[in-house]
């Protein structure tokens, strides 16, 4: 049995992720910004809260884990109305998505070197390419990729594998705004050759394989898990 912590577990690709390893057995940890009494309840899975803002709330929360298994790292946030061109904008959401899974991964460095496990970041499509809405949002997911090929050089020596998943366009509360929007819903669907929105349970099987024994070759590895919406 694995120890796995997902970090931004409580809703969304997150949920699936930490669902799919409670399925297999393992002790699996998720964290929200949320209060606890609001996290779904699910008597297979722990619920913590944690700000990954906080560098200290994320050094007590992995203080509490001598062996990582699996660190997913899946907080992410993106702000719209044009927030993301503002100064203050753009580094809260820099903050949360890259500078948050870089705080999750050092604190959990110790605690991953001891178990020889791995590290799944999320990146996005937007990783590869840019948005005239989300720049912000698209800084930050770039950083999550090289963040991930970084530490993968670094960490390599310790036994810790370290990949991401990019994640294509995928129905949840981030992207509920567009999935709503029939005429833009339809142009996105239309790119994507597997013609459909994606589902948080998309990311799970990925999320699986990357963190089992046939993946102990790969590292450093940044996959698109996208309907093939990036191909074109």
Same mark, same amino acid.
């Given at each position: =049995? ?27 940890? #998720? ?7 609001? =996290? !779904? ?17 994320? #050094? ?8 990582? &298994?699996?660190?997913? +790292? ?6 719209? %109305? %044009?927030?993301?061109? =503002? !100064? ?10 890259? +500078? ?9 460095? &110790? ?20 948005? %005239?809405?989300? !720049? ?25 594998? #370290? +990949? ?33 929105? %994606? ?6 099987? !990925?999320?699986? @394989? ?6 102990? @070759?790969?590292?450093?590895? #940044?996959?698109?898990? &996208? ?6």
């Amino acid at each position: =049995m694995k120890t796995v912590i997902v970090i931004g577990g409580s809703t969304g690709i997150g949920r699936a992720i930490g669902t799919a390893f409670a399925g297999e057995g393992h002790d699996v940890h #998720v964290t929200g910004i949320e209060p606890l009494d609001a =996290m !779904p309840a699910d008597g297979a899975i722990t619920c913590h809260r944690l700000d990954v803002r906080s560098d200290s709330e994320v #050094v007590d929360f992995f203080g509490g884990f001598s062996r990582v &298994d699996v660190l997913v +790292n899946c907080a992410g946030v993106i702000q719209r %109305g %044009g927030k993301e061109f =503002m !100064p203050e904008g753009f580094a809260a959401v820099v903050d949360i998505n890259l +500078n948050g899974s870089q705080r999750c991964c050092q604190a959990a460095h &110790d605690a991953l070197k001891a178990a020889g496990g791995c590290v799944i970041n999320t990146a996005s499509m937007l990783s590869f390419f840019g948005s %005239g809405a989300a !720049p912000a949002y698209s800084a930050s997911k770039g950083g999550v990729a090289q963040l991930t090929r970084s530490l993968a050089i670094a960490w390599a020596g310790d036994g810790i594998r #370290v +990949n991401a998943l990019a994640p294509g366009w995928i129905a949840t509360d981030l992207t509920s705004a567009l999935t709503q929007d029939q005429e833009r819903s339809a142009e996105l669907v239309g790119r994507t050759p597997m013609g459909r929105w %994606g589902e948080p349970a998309d990311l799970a099987g !990925p999320a699986l @394989f990357l963190a089992s024994p046939q993946a102990h @070759f790969v590292t450093g590895v #940044v996959l698109p898990v &996208d309907g093939g919406y990036s191909i074109r």
